[in-house]
């Protein structure tokens, strides 16, 4: 299984920007989730979704802003980023997880992903 993220790009401050997760390679069910690192700061967590029941998880900075979503007939995940702001500006990940242990707060999530794709850019300017 590979995933390829895409979508980034350029936005004014109070834009939107969608980001998309190719899924390609046969899997049964995983966990979905999308992270950012900008510049001389730690990765983090942005939003994660699980690929059968839709439940979501948000970042306390994005929640209300990003919606995460996917498809399972496109075998692909989105990000949906509106008002974005400067802060946002950072490289996209787009990662899966077969299974995240109940109770694993969103802020580690990180080391139970296994699969990663390659970052996509965003950017916001003031």
């Known amino acids: 299984v590979q995933l390829q993220a895409s979508g980034g790009g350029l936005a004014q401050t109070g834009g939107s920007l969608r980001l998309s997760c190719a899924i390609s390679g046969t899997f049964s069910w995983y966990t979905l989730a999308w992270f950012r690192q900008a510049p001389g700061k730690e990765r983090e967590f942005v939003a994660g979704i699980t690929w059968i029941a839709g439940s979501t998880y948000y970042a306390g900075s994005v929640k209300g802003r990003f919606t995460i979503s996917r498809d399972h007939a496109q075998n692909a995940g989105y990000l949906q980023m509106n008002s974005l702001k400067p802060e946002d500006t950072a490289v996209y990940y787009c990662?899966?997880?077969?299974?995240?242990?109940?109770?694993?707060?969103?802020?580690?999530?990180?080391?139970?992903?296994?699969?990663w794709g390659k970052g996509t850019q965003v950017t916001v300017s003031s």
């Open positions: 990662a899966a997880a077969p299974y995240v242990p109940k109770g694993l707060g969103t802020s580690n999530w990180s080391s139970a992903m296994d699969l």
